[in-house]
C-alpha cells in the first residue's frame, strides 16, 4: 500500500491562536480535544518542514510524550498523519512515552529527520489540565523560531489535513515494528538509548559504590515520565535499594500533583530531606523529566547555583574531564556561573529564556554546559534540558569528592561568593493588564539609569536583546532588566509556558562576598531589590494583586 491508496484529505478551517511559545504549543486539554485542532498543526507543521528542513518522503520521524491525559490519543492521531504525509518510518516509545531529554536522545542517535514531543512540561495534567505539542529538529533540539513562525503562518491559512481513516490503532505496548499504510512504526524501549548515553558520561562505578557504602537518596518523580528513567538508571544500574525512587509511576493527572520540581510544590520531598535521619540525597524532576531540583539534607539548592556548581567541578566527572568550551545561561538566571567561567577563562553566554538559543552555542561547540533558573540545567549530550542528567552528575560529584551536597555548595560560595536569588511570579494576571504594565515599564528605562532606588546605584536599565553570535540573528524584548552596581539585578519578564491569562515573573538578585553573610534567610537578603520591583513597576496596581502566587 502507497500513502495515497487510503489516504483522506478532510476539509478544515484556521483556528486562531496557534502560535508555539517558548516550549512548544500549550492549551489546556479542552482546548486540544476540538474538532481539528491537533490535526491542523500537525499539518502545518507537515506542510511547512520541505521548505524549511528538507523533503519528508522516506524520512524518520520520533514521537513521544511524557504520558498526561490526551497523550495516548494524540500519538494515533499523529501516526495516522505522518503515515499519510509519506514518512517513511516512525520511533515512538513503548505506551507512547519518552521523556523530552530522551526524545531528544534518541532524534540524536539514529539520525532522525526530527521528532515531535507531546508535553506541557512542568503544567498540571489530567482532563482540566494542559498539552502540548512541539517539534525538535534534527539536531534534537527544538525548532527554532523560523521553523515555530513559519507554522504559525501555515495555520492561519490551513484548509485542510491529510490522514489514513479507518486504520486500526497501533499497539504501542508491544516492542517491535509494524506497518501503517506503507509507514513502518517501530515501538522502541523509550528508556535504552538514554540510559547507555548516561553510562558514557558519569562513573557508574563510583554511584554504585557510594551506595553500596550505605548513603541514601530519594528521587521524587511527581508521577510523571521521569519515573521508569529513575527506576531504571538508580534502582536498576547503581543499586539504590528499591523504594529510592517514589511516586515512580507515570499517571495522567500526575496523581493531581503539580509537576514543578520547586519548593512550592516539591513540599514532600523538602520535609523527606529535614533532620538528622534524611537521607544524604533529594532530587526530583517535573513533567516531562527535563527540570531538576537538587537537595542535600535540610539544604535546597537553587538551579543558578546547580548551574555554576557543576561548572566548576566539571572536569571530576567522566564526560567532561577535558574542560568545558564554555557556559550558557538564560538571562534571569543569577550571573554565579559568569564568576565560573571568568575563574575558568570560558565565555559565559547569555541568551533570551527557551532552550532553543542554546542549541546553536551548542552545536557549534562553544559551550558545553548550559541553565535556566526555571529548574533546567543539561549539556552538549543532548539539545534539550535533561533533569536525571543533572541528578546523576551531582550524584557523580558526591561520589568523587565524598562531599555532600551541602558541603559542596558551601565550598563553592567560599571561593567565589554567595548571589542571593529568586524568582517572583504573579500568575494569572488579565493580558491586557500584564501587557500595560510591560509597556509602562519600558516606557520608564530612559528616566531610570544612573538613579538611585532604595539606596542602590542602577547602573543600566534596559530591555534586553540577543544577538545570536553564531547566526546572527536577533531577539528583542527578552526582558527588562535594572542592573545595579555591585552585582545586583531585577528583571521583569513575561512567561510563555502557561494557558491561563498572563504571567509575571520577576527576578532578583544579591551578590554578596561576605562569607560571613552567607547565611541570610534569602527574602531578608532581597528586601531592598523587592520594593525596588514594586516602587519601579507599580505591580500590585497593574495586576491587580497583593502578593506573588509564587515565591521561588
Request: with cysteine.
Amino acid at each position: 500500500m502507497t500513502p495515497t491508496d487510503s489516504l483522506v484529505v478532510v476539509p478544515t478551517q484556521p483556528v486562531s491562536g496557534q502560535r508555539p511559545g517558548t516550549s512548544g504549543l500549550r492549551k489546556k486539554v479542552t482546548v486540544f480535544q476540538q474538532p481539528h485542532y491537533l490535526e491542523n498543526f500537525v499539518q502545518a507543521l507537515f506542510d511547512i518542514l520541505p521548505e524549511q528542513v528538507g523533503p519528508v518522503a522516506g524520512q524518520t520521524l520520533v514521537l513521544g510524550g511524557d504520558g498526561r491525559f490526551h497523550n495516548r490519543v494524540a500519538v494515533q492521531t499523529i501516526l495516522r498523519m505522518a503515515a499519510a504525509n509519506g514518512f517513511g518510518r516512525v520511533l515512538v516509545g513503548q505506551g507512547g512515552l519518552l521523556s523530552t531529554p530522551a526524545a531528544s536522545a534518541v532524534i540524536r542517535r539514529h539520525g532522525a529527520y526530527g521528532g515531535i514531543i507531546l508535553s506541557a512540561s512542568h503544567n498540571p495534567g489530567g482532563p482540566d489540565g494542559d498539552f502540548g505539542i512541539k517539534y525538535n529538529i534534527a539536531n534534537g533540539g527544538p525548532a527554532p523560531e523560523k521553523i515555530t513562525e513559519a507554522i504559525y503562518a501555515r495555520t492561519q491559512q490551513i484548509q485542510a489535513y491529510r490522514t489514513l481513516p479507518g486504520v486500526a490503532e497501533v499497539d504501542l505496548q508491544t516492542l517491535g515494528r509494524s506497518e501503517l499504510g506503507a509507514m513502518g512504526v517501530e515501538v522502541i524501549d523509550p528508556v535504552a538509548d538514554y540510559a547507555e548515553l548516561m553510562e558514557k558520561l558519569f562513573d557508574f562505578d563510583a554511584m554504585r559504590a557510594w551506595f553500596a557504602a550505605g548513603h541514601r537518596m530519594r528521587f521524587d518523580a511527581m508521577s510523571a515520565i521521569g519515573g521508569p528513567y529513575a527506576r531504571a538508571v538508580l534502582e536498576g544500574r547503581l543499586g539504590a535499594p528499591v523504594g529510592t525512587v517514589v511516586n515512580g509511576e507515570p499517571l495522567e493527572d500526575f496523581g493531581g500533583h503539580h509537576p514543578d520540581p520547586n519548593p512550592a510544590h516539591a513540599t514532600e520531598l523538602i520535609a523527606a530531606l529535614s533532620g538528622p535521619a534524611a537521607p544524604d540525597f533529594g532530587a526530583a524532576s517535573d513533567g516531562d523529566a527535563d527540570r531538576n531540583m537538587i537537595l542535600g539534607r535540610d539544604f535546597v539548592v537553587t538551579p543558578s547555583d546547580s548551574l555554576a556548581v557543576l561548572a566548576a567541578n566539571a572536569t571530576r566527572v567522566p564526560g567532561y574531564r577535558d574542560g568545558l568550551a564554555g557556559i550558557a545561561r538564560s538571562m534571569p538566571t543569577s550571573c554565579a556561573a559568569d564568576a565560573v567561567a571568568r575563574a575558568l577563562g570560558i565565555p559565559c553566554y547569555e541568551t533570551p529564556t527557551g532552550w532553543k538559543f542554546f542549541g546553536n552555542l551548542l552545536d557549534a561547540g562553544r559551550a558545553t554546559l548550559c541553565g535556566e533558573e526555571s529548574y533546567g540545567t543539561g549539556s552538549n549530550h543532548v539539545r534539550e534540558k535533561d533533569g536525571l542528567w543533572a541528578v546523576l552528575f551531582w550524584l557523580n560529584l558526591q561520589a568523587a569528592t565524598g562531599q555532600s551536597v551541602e558541603a559542596l555548595v558551601r565550598a563553592h560560595w567560599a571561593r567565589f561568593g554567595r548571589h542571593y536569588y529568586s524568582r517572583h511570579d504573579w500568575e494569572g494576571i488579565p493580558v491586557e493588564r500584564a501587557d500595560g504594565l510591560m509597556a509602562a515599564l519600558r516606557a520608564r528605562l530612559p528616566s531610570l539609569a544612573g538613579g538611585t532606588l532604595q539606596g542602590l546605584r542602577l547602573a543600566q536599565a534596559d530591555d534586553f536583546a540577543y544577538t545570536d553570535p553564531v547566526d546572527g540573528s536577533v531577539s528583542r524584548q527578552q526582558g527588562v532588566r535594572l542592573l545595579f552596581e555591585g552585582g545586583s539585578r531585577v528583571v521583569f519578564r513575561l512567561s510563555g509556558t502557561g494557558t491561563e491569562g498572563a504571567t509575571l515573573r520577576v527576578y532578583l538578585e544579591r551578590f554578596e562576598a561576605d562569607p560571613q553573610r552567607h547565611d541570610l534567610p534569602t527574602q531578608q537578603a532581597l528586601a531592598p531589590l523587592i520594593e525596588v520591583a514594586e516602587e519601579v513597576a507599580a505591580i500590585r496596581q497593574h495586576s491587580g494583586q497583593a502578593a506573588p502566587t509564587v515565591i521561588t
